[in-house]
């Protein structure tokens, strides 16, 4: 398996929602809930409706066994209103157009993201690109960098995994390479 990064670029993640919004609402609302939760793909495919009818997405991780519960950001709520309108409680949010109601698969996901990657120009993007961008942001945005919680939110076992995990050990990297004259 190669490893993905997240997208760092703000303005390619709006061009990326812009265009998912154009092209799939329920590719845009599994990206949207990947870059806005940080859950892992395989938690995001189980949603029903019935769990993003709230303030927040609560999930047992299927990885962890662990709960965790996500405040849905209202831009995201906005566009989860709009998407669940007329829908059964029970009906999974990101539906596969085979059979009655059962989610996409996992490698059906993979593809999704691998075509975003080939419209975008992003080689090292998949399923866990979605965990990573959030991450990424989360790291950014946050006033002071709060890695701690970022890493107990992830649950990993340090800063330094969190840290490598989100790509910021990468952009550390290159940016001390850049300075770099031999």
């Given amino acids: 398996m190669k490893f993905v990064q997240p997208v760092r670029d703000q303005e390619v993640l709006e061009d990326i929602k812009d265009f998912l919004r154009a092209t799939n609402m329920r590719n845009y609302i599994m990206f949207s809930i990947g870059i806005n939760t940080g859950f892992r793909i395989s938690d995001i495919l189980r949603l029903r409706v019935r769990d993003v009818m709230g303030s927040h997405i609560s999930i047992t991780e299927k990885k962890t066994g662990k709960g965790k519960r996500a405040l849905i950001q209202p831009d995201l709520k906005r566009d989860l209103n709009d998407y669940i309108a007329g829908k059964a409680p029970n009906e999974y949010l990101i539906k596969s157009r085979e059979g009655w109601n059962r989610p996409i698969s996992r490698s059906m ?43 107990n939110y992830f649950n990993h076992s340090s800063e330094k995994v969190t840290l490598r995990y989100i790509g910021v050990e990468q952009d550390s990297m290159d940016a001390a390479l850049k300075r770099h004259r031999a």
Avoid: Q, V
């Avoid at 993979?110 to 993007?125: A, N, P, Q, V, W």
């Avoid at 979605?130 to 970022?150: A, Q």
């Fill in 109 to 151: 996901a993979y593809k999704i993201m691998r075509t975003i990657g080939d419209e975008f120009g992003l080689s090292e993007i998949g399923c866990h690109t979605l965990r990573k961008t959030f991450g990424y942001i989360f790291y950014y945005e946050t006033t002071d960098k709060d890695i701690g919680m970022l890493m």
